[in-house]
């Protein structure tokens, strides 16, 4: 961190990116039956409590159901490659992403619309199946007034809080609290970017394996091995890092010469080609060695 900022770090970071959070969520399809559990105990001699039967509320909807947690599990993963962990449940978001991601999302969000739309239209055939597939389990089946109520989908953005800004008629008080939301602020932003650099670790470290392993591959047929694809890498060994490189160019919120230089040399894997790194043994071995650099580089946040 760029420790001769003047101003606070909170209104640094506010300037340059909001927090965000994704919120999704689709009915509860199973329910605990007390009576079959207590059952189920005695039937194997096993002390009351120890068994939780649990009953499927909607036989058959378990199939379209899971299409839709699909789409919600791709919602969090699209926020989370365009962020940094924020606390404990929260992203940072550049504010240069903001519409790409708004974009995607839409996308995402029409998709799943489409699936609500026919899930809530065979919910119906659903409801009358389950009267007859749950036979004597005390659970009852969703409602449709429910199973309409329980789809959410949607993304919240919302500034990072200006520590400066908080006042209040007791200015010892107000002071403490400052200097108590500032060091909240700070640990948050040193989470960030050990998210950050530990996320750009794997993939580097993966590119150096593959690529050992690609030279071991050629040596072998060289021997006259019989390889097969053992040792075959594909595009994202790249693209992982040069996807990482996007988001560690943005995030230099406080202009951390240290993170400024790994952002410049993370810029090579930009040209780095695919089908070159497969035929060439002297660009395998530089492209390694600059993923190596970059890794020891990050020993200031990452072990």
Do not use: C
Not at 64 to 69: F, M, N, Q, Y
Not at 145 to 163: A, Q
Not at 195 to 222: F, G, S, T, V, W
Not at 232 to 257: E, G, Q
């Amino acid at each position: 961190m760029n420790q001769t900022q003047s101003r606070p770090l909170s209104k640094i970071i506010g300037e340059m990116a909001v927090i965000a959070s994704v919120h999704a969520s689709t009915p509860g399809m199973t329910r605990l039956d007390k009576a079959a559990s207590i059952k189920s105990d005695k039937a194997h001699g096993a002390k009351e409590g120890v068994s939780k039967t649990s009953v499927t509320r909607m036989p058959g909807a378990e199939v379209p159901l899971e299409a839709i947690k699909v789409i919600d599990r791709q919602a969090r993963k699209l926020l989370a490659s365009m962020t940094t962990q924020w606390g404990l449940d929260r992203r940072l978001l550049p504010n240069v992403f903001i519409g790409d991601f708004s974009g995607k999302f839409a996308d995402l969000a029409s998709e799943r619309d489409v699936l609500v739309k026919q899930f809530l239209a065979d919910a119906k055939l659903y409801l009358a199946q389950a009267k007859t597939n749950l036979g004597s389990y005390a659970v009852q089946p969703p409602t449709m007034d429910e199973l309409r109520n329980s789809f959410d989908f949607g993304f919240d953005l919302s500034p990072v809080p200006d520590v400066d800004a908080y006042s209040t008629a007791d200015k010892e008080l107000e002071n403490a609290m400052k200097e108590r939301f500032d060091i909240d602020v700070s640990t948050a932003f040193q989470q960030a970017q050990q998210d950050l650099m530990q996320r750009l670790a794997e993939p580097l470290e993966n590119l150096i394996d593959r690529m050992q392993a690609y030279d071991e591959r050629e040596r072998k047929k060289e021997k006259g091995e019989e390889v097969g694809k053992e040792g075959t890498f594909k595009k994202s060994v790249v693209t992982n890092i040069t996807d990482m490189a996007k988001l560690v160019r943005h995030f230099n919120f406080t202009n951390d010469p240290k993170i400024e230089q790994i952002a410049e040399k993370l810029d090579v894997f930009g040209q780095v080609d695919h089908d070159v790194l497969t035929r060439r043994g002297d660009v395998r071995k530089a492209v390694a060695a600059r993923a190596a650099e970059i890794r020891a580089n990050l020993s200031a946040w990452v072990s």
